[in-house]
Structure formats: structure tokens, C-alpha cells
């Protein structure tokens, strides 16, 4: 168990998993790596866009668990990832809160934005849990059909991340009200701040009674804030997210993903306590490797170069599995597959990931 040494750190690494991915969350170097994809369902499949048309609505595909079922598992008929990923979205929970939801075709989620503590008043967590009950259901549903080699995953976004789409009313390019609301007012953005961390906590709590055997904090938007702000809005609410839910499910690995953190990721990475660390790919390798001496890593290919496919592609999948193979790695993207991506590329990665043995050991499989 040369390799294990994270795995008695772990608090979530009681007995050894069966599950590849989550072998490696729990500190272990598994060989071959475990891959699966941020966004593997979508809209680069067509069958996932005939699913979307039959569904009518992307939000019918979410909150019908017979469809958000059947949209999960499209991406593993077709290539043997290791771990499946609910279906749903982001922005949903804001939904559960009383913030309406639309999505725009070609525009993304647009909500009502809320702007200041007055307009926080309309919201409450009391009635989040059974608008979300149809999410609870697919979760069920994928488990049982799982098979026994797939892990399923359970997601949120991160607080700061949820705030900006909840303030900005949807997709932004500077963040301008959230940051200005944030920098004013630090008590009240607090007040939406605590409230999201309590939603995110319930709504992550009910995915994993209902089977999610492992959770994805998505802090998509964490790289575009200065120092104190990152420690006050994205390192301090998903220190107390990943504190409950471990005082609730130990055993449960917590992903985080905060894209773009860049040098404050390892300080991340130790005040929050998440299991492993999702990077991005602009993460160089080498600090990638500082950071798996603390916790596992995911990543970080770049989305566009499993579009352009070929040597590049080869090449740049081989870099990481060269470079982090030496510790506990699960083979991912550095962000969301985007629309233009060949399904075939798709293919091609997962059985060079796959296909890779580590240089210098058995490993563990
Ligand atoms: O396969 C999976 O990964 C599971 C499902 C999933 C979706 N969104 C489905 C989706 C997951 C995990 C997400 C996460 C998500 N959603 C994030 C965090 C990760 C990231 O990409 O940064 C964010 C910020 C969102 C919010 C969101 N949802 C945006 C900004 C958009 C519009 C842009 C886009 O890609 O269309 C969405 C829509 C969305 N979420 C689609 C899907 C399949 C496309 C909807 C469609 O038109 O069919």
C-alpha cells in the first residue's frame, strides 16, 4: 500500500471502495486512472438534443426523472466512463428558493436578479427540498440502474458561483453587481451568502440519501475575485458545506471544483476540506503535482482540445497521465465538453486514458 498514505489521512477512507473513482478519492493510485467528463451529457450528442426536443424544455428534461434518467445515461451507452453525473442544472436550486427560472435559447439561465436584502426577503429555503424532489427521484432511479462498476455523482454549484447567476440574473462577463454588492454591504451579501450554503447543504444531503455516492461543488466562478473576497465568499461557505456534510455522510467524497483559483488553491484545498481537488486547464503540471502530495486531483484537459482531436489531442492526454500518474488522478476535463465536440474524440480519449499504464508500479488495480 506504498501508494495509500492519503487513504488513512482520509477521513472517508474507513474500508477500501470497489468503485475506480472512488479508490481514488480516497488517496489511492488506481491504474488505469478513472475518467469521466464535466458535462459528458449535452448537446454534442444527438441523442441528446432528440431527448431535448421530445422533453419540450430543458427544464421538463430536468425535473422529469424518466428523462433526466435517460440523459445521464446516453453518454455510458456509448463510451465506458467510470462515473455517471446527474443530470440537472445549476441554477435550479434558485428555483427551490422562489427565484424564477427561464432558459433563452442561445442566451443560457435568466432569473429576476436579486440585488439587494430587501429583494432577499421573497426567498426561503422552507419550500427547496420538495421543489427538488423530482432531482432526489432521478438520483434513485440512476442507482438502481447503475451498473455496479459506475459511481454516480451528485452536483451543486458553489455558493459565490449560484450568487452570481441569483444577483447578476444569469450569465455574466465582469460580475459587476454581485462584486459591487459583495465589496458595499458584506453583512448582507452574507445574509444570501448563509442562505445558499444552507440550501446547497440540504440539496447535496437529500442527492446522497437517495444514492449519490460521491458530490461536485461547481465553483465555476471562483477565479475572478481578489484575496479576501475568496476566502470570505468562495473558501469560507464551502469550508462549512463540506463541515455538515461530513459530521452527516463521513464517507461520502466532496469534490471541488473552484475554476480559475490559480495560487490560492492550495490554500483551498486545506481550509475547505474537500476530498479531492478539481482543476482547471490553465493549472500548470508541475503545480498540479504539489498539489496531489495533498489531496487527489481531477482534470484538467482542455475542452477544446478534445474538439480538435488527433496528436493534440493524444499528446495533451498523455502529458497528464505522465505527469500526475504517480498519484491518485481521476482523468477529467478542466471544464464543461462544449456542443462543437466530436462524439468520436470522445471515444478516442476515454480508451487512451484507458489504455495507459503508469510508469513505475503495479498500482493498486
Ligand atoms: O453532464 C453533466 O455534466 C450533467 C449536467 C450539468 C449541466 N450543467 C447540464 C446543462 C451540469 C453538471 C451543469 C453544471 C453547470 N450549469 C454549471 C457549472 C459548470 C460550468 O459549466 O461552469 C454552470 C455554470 C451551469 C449553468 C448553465 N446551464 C449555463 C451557463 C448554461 C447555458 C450555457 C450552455 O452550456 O448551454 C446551462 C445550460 C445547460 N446545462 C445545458 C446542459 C446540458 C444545455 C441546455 C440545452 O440547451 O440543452
Known amino acids: 500500500m506504498a501508494d495509500s498514505s492519503l487513504a488513512q489521512a482520509a477521513p472517508g477512507a474507513a474500508k477500501t471502495p470497489s468503485k475506480t473513482i472512488l479508490r481514488a478519492l480516497a488517496g489511492e493510485r488506481v491504474d488505469p486512472a478513472p475518467v469521466w467528463l464535466m458535462r459528458q451529457a449535452g448537446r454534442y450528442l444527438p441523442e441528446y438534443r432528440a431527448l431535448r426536443d ?94 455496479p462498476r459506475t ?14 447567476y441569483m444577483v447578476e440574473g444569469g450569465s455574466s462577463r465582469d460580475f459587476a453587481m454581485t462584486k459591487r454588492w459583495a465589496f458595499r454591504d458584506p453583512d448582507g451579501f452574507g445574509k444570501l451568502v448563509a442562505m445558499l450554503v444552507q440550501a446547497t447543504t440540504a440539496y447535496l444531503s437529500g442527492q446522497i440519501e437517495a444514492g449519490a455516492e460521491v458530490v461536485q461543488l461547481f465553483d465555476s466562478w471562483a477565479g475572478v475575485l481578489p484575496e479576501d473576497a475568496v476566502r470570505s465568499w468562495v473558501i469560507a461557505p464551502t469550508a462549512a458545506i463540506v463541515a455538515t456534510l461530513k459530521s452527516r455522510h463521513p464517507h461520502v467524497p466532496v469534490i471541488g471544483f473552484p475554476r480559475g483559483l490559480g495560487l490560492m488553491l492550495e490554500e483551498y484545498a486545506m481550509a475547505t476540506g474537500v476530498d479531492a481537488l478539481a482543476l482547471d486547464s490553465t493549472v500548470p503540471l508541475r503545480a498540479a503535482r504539489d498539489l496531489q502530495r495533498h489531496r487527489p486531483v481531477q482534470g484538467n484537459l482542455d475542452p477544446q482540445a478534445l474538439v480538435t482531436g488527433g496528436p493534440a489531442l493524444t499528446r495533451a492526454t498523455e502529458a497528464i497521465l505522465a505527469s500526475l500518474g504517480s498519484g491518485p488522478l481521476v482523468f477529467n476535463l478542466g471544464h464543461g465538453i462544449v456542443p462543437d465536440t466530436p462524439p468520436d474524440h470522445v471515444a478516442a480519449l476515454v480508451e487512451q486514458v484507458h489504455a495507459f499504464r503508469r510508469p513505475g508500479g503495479v498500482g493498486h488495480g
Open 54 to 147: 421530445r422533453a419540450g424544455s430543458f427544464k421538463a428534461l430536468c425535473y422529469t426523472p424518466e428523462l433526466a434518467v435517460e440523459a445521464t445515461l446516453q453518454p455510458l451507452r456509448r463510451f465506458p466512463l467510470d462515473a455517471a453525473i446527474l443530470f440537472a442544472d445549476l441554477p435550479l436550486i434558485l428555483e427551490g428558493l422562489g427565484q424564477p427560472l427561464d432558459y433563452v435559447e442561445g442566451v443560457g439561465p435568466v432569473l429576476e436578479p436579486i440585488r439587494d436584502p430587501r429583494d432577499l426577503a421573497r426567498l426561503s429555503t422552507d419550500r427547496a427540498g420538495d421543489h427538488l424532489a423530482p432531482v432526489f427521484e432521478t438520483v434513485r432511479r440512476l442507482r438502481a440502474e447503475l451498473p
Open 151 to 164: 459511481a454516480l455523482i451528485g452536483f451543486a454549484g458553489a455558493p459565490w458561483t449560484v450568487a452570481t
